[in-house]
């Protein structure tokens, strides 16, 4: 663990909030311990609900780094990764994840409940869905 970087990506957070987004911050260090990119959210300013640094950074690596080098790099984050993200952290090939405050520490700094639930329902029609699926993985 980089201190260094750790406290680069908290910066970033509070860049992103004193630009009017919410204050998280990522960046992207590669193998030799230099910093490939960084990134703040910007949900907010680009009215966009999947603006996460994090994920941002996912999709820069998954685009612009082969997988070699993807999966020797390290990326601090302000915070833990949302779901979203960490889902798109697991398809883009990174190394590690190192980051600041956790998921629950966030939730105890909250003065809101957070997001409501989106209610689900399934699974149903296995045997039609399974049907473009089979064979897909192997």
């Given at each position: 663990m980089n201190e260094e970087h750790l406290r680069?990506?908290?910066?970033?957070?509070?860049?992103?909030?004193?630009?009017?987004?919410p204050p998280?911050?990522?960046?992207?260090?590669?193998?030799?311990?230099?910093?490939?990119?960084?990134?703040?959210?910007?949900?907010?300013?680009?009215?966009?609900?999947?603006?996460?640094?994090e994920l941002k950074l996912a999709r820069w690596a998954a685009q612009s780094l082969?997988?070699?080098?993807?999966?020797?790099?390290?990326?601090?984050?302000?915070?833990?990764?949302c779901g979203m993200c960490s889902g798109a952290l697991a398809r883009s090939g990174l190394g590690r994840v190192v980051f600041a405050l956790s998921g629950d520490q966030l939730g105890g700094l909250k003065t809101f409940g957070g997001f409501p639930a989106v209610p689900t329902d399934g699974p149903h029609l296995y045997d039609e869905a399974k049907v473009p699926v089979e064979g897909y993985y192997d």
């Open positions: 680069r990506a908290i910066a970033l957070s509070a860049e992103a909030r004193a630009s009017g987004n998280f911050g990522s960046l992207l260090v590669g193998p030799d311990g230099a910093v490939l990119a960084e990134e703040r959210n910007s949900c907010l300013t680009d009215d966009d609900i999947t603006a996460h640094p082969d997988a070699e080098t993807a999966a020797g790099t390290t990326m601090y984050t302000s915070c833990e990764p």
